[in-house]
Every structure is written in C-alpha cells, then in structure tokens.
C-alpha cells in the first residue's frame, strides 16, 4: 500500500467533497454549527441581565439542579415557537453537556426562530466552574 491509501483505496477520495461537511456534522466531526459561551461568559452576561437560559433537559434533571432563573423547556416536548419573548435578551440554550442544545439549537433554525447560541458543555460546564446552582 502507499502513502494515502487504506485496503487499496485511496482514503483522500473516499467521500465525495460534497458529502464531507454533512458527514462531519452528522458524526460530531469537525466545528459546530452553533454559537457557543463558555459558563464564565454566561454567567457574567446573566449577572448585567442580558441573557435568558432556556434549559432544555427533561423535567426531572432540572429540578435536581440548574441555572439560575433558567426556564424549563424540555427537549421531548420541544416547540422553537414556544421560546419565552427574551425582551432584549439573549436566549441562550442548555442542556447537560451540549448535545440537546444542539439538537434544539437545529430546531430553531428549522423554525427560523432568531436562537443561535447554548453553553459550551451545558450544565456540566456550569457546575465544574463552580458557578451558583438553583434547585
């Protein structure tokens, strides 16, 4: 085999140029789609009032712990036309380490819904930078 090639088959020319970034999205390869904070950023953004968290994890992990004054929007029930009026704020996504934003964050652009951005690393992030947790 040389240089460039796995089985016979040159890996280079292995998926049509076309297909990459749909396969790299589809299988979490490559950068995401979304705009994302980091908890630190969030968290100041909260703290001068110019972001709404919608946590979109089920209800019963939400309860256990969140961000505080988030607003429960579950992932299973999920509706982008049912997103809380921000009134000039943010709308931030989160879940427990990104995924579920992500796939709402989908939703929202499916929708059309002017929601673009969730926290890097979700809930998880949150915690592990000791930031406040509502119950």
């Known amino acids: 085999m040389s240089k460039g ?13 076309r297909w990459k970034g749909q396969i ?3 299988f979490g390869f490559g950068k995401s789609a979304h705009k994302e904070l980091t908890a630190t950023q969030l968290s100041a953004m909260l703290e001068t009032g110019q972001a709404l968290v919608v ?6 992990e939400f309860a256990a712990g969140h961000i505080p004054g988030a ?3 579950p992932l299973s029930t999920f509706r982008a036309s049912q997103l809380p009026e921000p009134e000039g704020k943010k709308l931030v996504l989160s879940c427990l380490g990104g995924k579920r934003s992500g796939m709402a964050l989908d939703k929202c652009g499916a929708a ?13 992030a949150w915690k592990a930078a000791g930031l406040p ?3």
């Open 133 to 135: 947790v509502e119950r």
């Open 55 to 60: 946590d979109v994890r089920e209800v019963d």
């Open 112 to 124: 059309q819904a002017e929601v673009d951005t969730h926290l890097a690393g979700g809930f998880g």
């Open 5 to 17: 090639e796995y089985y016979g088959v040159r890996h280079d020319n292995a998926v049509p140029a």
């Open 71 to 73: 607003v429960n929007m």
């Open 24 to 26: 790299e999205m589809v």
